[in-house]
């Protein structure tokens, strides 16, 4: 469960960063509006109680990658350290709930480091599907309205945001 947030957090940079290059090569002389939304379904930052974390996350102007991996860092240690409570960490879902967060913070670095492409987050809601054993609460076609929305905002769109369902949140 400790490698899941460390393997998983490098390729998405990785994919996120060839997605940007990708259409900047292929779209820049045409300077058309370009789009990408991160799917997230969580409370986020309300579940870390680390305080330096927490800091260190929503502080959106002074966010960068390097805090963003200290913060993952920080919680994996504490995990191999049985330290999560102690340090306020979550106690359920820990790995899931902290990657989360990281991947806001994450979003908000992209807007600001690539103006010109849209990159929001977006939690559909609790949407019927088949992973969730069809318990979600949403249709798919209401779970699909954010980031169908998002998708198709015209140039100039919000980028850096987290939108929960089709609402900005403040989280």
């Known amino acids: ?11 998405l940079k990785e994919l996120v960063k060839q997605t940007y290059e990708t259409t900047e090569n292929s779209f820049s002389a045409r ?40 913060a993952v860092e920080g919680f994996l240690e ?14 359920n879902f820990s790995a899931y709930f902290v990657s989360k967060a990281a991947l806001n913070a994450y979003t908000r670095i992209l807007a600001m480091k690539y103006p ?27 779970g699909a309205k954010g980031p ?3 998708a198709l905002m015209p140039e100039g769109g919000p980028s850096g945001f987290f939108f929960d369902e089709t609402n900005v949140s403040t989280i």
């Open 116 to 142: 010109r492409i849209a990159i929001n987050a977006v939690r559909p809601g609790s949407v019927s599907t088949d992973i969730n054993y069809h318990n979600g609460k949403l249709p798919l076609e209401e």
């Open 31 to 70: 300077k058309e509006y370009q789009g990408i939304g991160n799917f997230k379904c969580v409370f986020l930052f309300q579940l870390i109680s680390n305080e330096n974390a927490r800091k260190e996350l929503e502080d959106v102007d002074g966010l960068t990658e390097e805090k963003v991996d200290k």
């Open 78 to 91: 504490d995990v191999e350290e049985n330290l999560t409570e102690t340090n306020g960490w979550p106690l």
């Open 1 to 11: 469960m400790i490698q899941i947030v460390g393997v998983n957090a490098r390729p």
């Open 148 to 150: 169908v929305m998002l």
